[in-house]
């Protein structure tokens, strides 16, 4: 079965700085997509980034980036120039054929002003 | 910019009692989903349909929960009877068919007293 992990409960980043959120994954899949949402505090939860697996580039939107090591089974998340509203909790997802959503358990990220 | 529309945003009811949540995808969107999400943890898929069918429900506790999405537009959960653990936040996405993203509405917060 597929797998999620997030291994950091909770983040902190001083405004202007640059922080990155990981995220690994377990599939058996060779063709998968690959998203970090943000879910701001009483707000709902937005799209950030995708990733398409069968892509080498790493996708870009903005101030966020991705760092997609496919053999590794990772997906980290660079939030470069850190705005206040940028804190969140962040959640990384996969989803394959199905179109199953499957989620990690989520960053809170703290941005310092 | 379209949304998907939940409500409530908010309810409150006693362990035993019957309670529904409503969900109004954007419009177009074929497939619909219902997200169970526990406090600190990352959202679990209870149903999904595309149009008026279900396409998975095995993570739907059919013994007390419900979902129908009748002429595939619109849909609604329901807990009969509701218990202390099914306190959580209940979200509901949508997407166009055969596409992998998901736009979330802002879901109904549970609690169960």
């Known amino acids: 079965a597929q797998t999620v992990t997030q291994s950091q409960p909770e983040m902190s980043v001083q405004e202007a700085e640059t922080v990155t959120l990981s995220c690994t994954y377990d599939?058996?899949?060779?063709?998968?997509?690959l998203f970090w949402y943000k879910q701001p505090p009483s707000r709902q939860m937005i799209l950030v980034i995708r990733?398409?697996?069968?892509?080498?580039q790493n996708a870009t939107e903005n101030r966020f980036s991705v760092n997609f090591q496919k053999a590794a089974k990772s997906f980290s998340l660079k939030i470069s120039d850190s705005q206040l509203g940028d804190a969140a909790m962040y959640f990384c997802?996969?989803?394959?054929?199905?179109?199953?959503?499957?989620f990690g358990t989520g960053t809170r990220l703290k941005v310092l002003a | 910019e379209a949304e998907v529309a939940q409500s409530p945003r908010y309810k409150i009811t006693e362990k035993s009692q019957a309670v529904a949540f409503w969900c109004d995808p954007i419009?177009?969107?074929?497939?619909l989903y219902w997200y169970r999400q526990i406090l600190g943890q990352g959202p679990e898929l209870l149903v999904q349909?595309?149009?008026?069918?279900?396409?998975?429900d095995s993570q739907l506790p059919k013994d007390r929960f419900s979902a129908e999405r009748l002429k595939g537009v619109d849909s609604t959960l329901k807990i009969q009877p509701a218990e202390l653990g099914d306190s959580a936040m209940y979200l509901c996405?949508?997407?166009?068919?055969?596409?992998?993203?998901?736009?979330f509405g802002p879901g109904t917060r549970l609690t169960v007293t």
């Open positions: 599939t058996s899949e060779s063709d998968y997509y």
């Open positions: 997802a996969y989803t394959s054929g199905t179109y199953k959503y499957i």
């Open positions: 419009s177009g969107h074929a497939t």
């Open positions: 990733q398409e697996a069968y892509k080498q």
């Open positions: 996405a949508s997407s166009l068919q055969l596409t992998y993203e998901q736009y």
């Open positions: 349909f595309q149009d008026e069918s279900v396409v998975d």
